[in-house]
C-alpha cells in the first residue's frame, strides 16, 4: 500500500517542478498597504492539494479494500458481537490485507513506470500510463461484464471490441459496482450457519418454555467457540485474498 501511495505522489510531484521551471513560484509576496505582506498560493499548487485529498478515495476505489471491509463488517454482524473488533481494528486488517493483495500490483507498477520515470528514461505521460496500466489489468480482471456493459450504456459508448478501449471512468464504476456484490456474496455466505445457529437456540428455548431469555445471549457463545474451532480469521483472510488471484 505504501508503494501504492508513492507512486501515486511521485506522479504528482513534477506538477511542481514544473511551476517552478516555468518561473511560477507556489507562494508569491507582495507588501501590504499598512507595511506588511501579503501571500498568495498559486493555482497549480491548489490544484496539487486537492488531487493528494482525493488520493485515499482513489486508493480504495482501485484496490481491494472496500470487498475486505464490506465482508469483515458483515462477518461482524453476523457474530453479533456488537462493536467488537472495533471499527479501528477492522481497519487496520483491511488495509494490511489489501497491502498484501495489491503489493505485485504496485511492483510493476513502480518497476515499468516509477524507476524508468526517476531514470529519466521515460516521459511524464508515458510514466503515468504506465502506472496506471497494472491497475487497470487489476480492475478488468476483477470486473463484471455486465457491469462494463451497464455503464457503457448509461455514457452512452458504443461496445467495446477489446478492454483497452473501455474508458477509466466507466472502468472505475463499473469495479465498484462489482466489489460490492462480490462483497455482499461472500456476506451470505458467512451469514448462513450463524443464522442456523440462532435458529437452533431459538427453538431449543422456545421448547424449555424460555421464551423471556434473549436467543441472541445464548447463541453468541456458541458463534464465538464455532468461529474460533474452524480457525475462522485465518480462512476468511486465506479465501478473501485467494478471491482475487482467482
Given at each position: 500500500m505504501m508503494r501504492v501511495v508513492f507512486i501515486l505522489v511521485a506522479l504528482l510531484l513534477p506538477g511542481l517542478v514544473?511551476?517552478?521551471?516555468?518561473?511560477?513560484?507556489?507562494?508569491?509576496?507582495?507588501?501590504?498597504?499598512?507595511?506588511?505582506?501579503?501571500?498568495?498560493?498559486?493555482l497549480q499548487l491548489l490544484g496539487i492539494m486537492t488531487v493528494l485529498t482525493l488520493l485515499p478515495a482513489l486508493l480504495l476505489g482501485m484496490t481491494a479494500f472496500t470487498r475486505i471491509i464490506i465482508v469483515l463488517s458483515i462477518l461482524r454482524q453476523a457474530l453479533g458481537t456488537g462493536q467488537t473488533p472495533s471499527n479501528q481494528v477492522l481497519l487496520s486488517l483491511a488495509l494490511f490485507l489489501t497491502m498484501f493483495i495489491m503489493y505485485p500490483v504496485g511492483e510493476v507498477a513502480y518497476r515499468e513506470a516509477i524507476q524508468p520515470y526517476m531514470a529519466e528514461q521515460l516521459q511524464f505521460d508515458q510514466a503515468v500510463k504506465q502506472a496506471a496500466e497494472p491497475f487497470r489489468n487489476f480492475m478488468l480482471s476483477q470486473t463484471r461484464e455486465s457491469d462494463i456493459a451497464r455503464f457503457a450504456e448509461i455514457g452512452g459508448y458504443d461496445d467495446f471490441e477489446d478492454p483497452s478501449d473501455v474508458p477509466?471512468?466507466?472502468?472505475?464504476?463499473?469495479?465498484?459496482?462489482?466489489?460490492?456484490?462480490?462483497?455482499?456474496?461472500?456476506?451470505?455466505?458467512?451469514?448462513?450457519?450463524?443464522?442456523?445457529?440462532?435458529?437452533?437456540?431459538?427453538?431449543?428455548?422456545?421448547?424449555?418454555?424460555?421464551?423471556?431469555?434473549?436467543?441472541?445471549?445464548?447463541?453468541?457463545?456458541?458463534?464465538?467457540?464455532?468461529?474460533?474451532?474452524v480457525d475462522g480469521w485465518g480462512l476468511l483472510m486465506g479465501s478473501l485474498a485467494a478471491s482475487f488471484y482467482q
Open positions: 514544473s511551476a517552478a521551471d516555468l518561473n511560477l513560484p507556489a507562494v508569491t509576496s507582495s507588501p501590504a498597504a499598512g507595511g506588511g505582506q501579503e501571500y498568495s498560493v498559486s477509466f471512468t466507466v472502468l472505475m464504476a463499473s469495479f465498484l459496482t462489482s466489489e460490492l456484490k462480490t462483497a455482499f456474496q461472500i456476506g451470505f455466505l458467512l451469514f448462513i450457519p450463524f443464522v442456523v445457529i440462532d435458529l437452533v437456540v431459538a427453538s431449543v428455548l422456545m421448547s424449555m418454555g424460555m421464551m423471556m431469555l434473549s436467543p441472541m445471549m445464548i447463541s453468541l457463545p456458541f458463534k464465538i467457540m464455532l468461529f474460533v474451532l
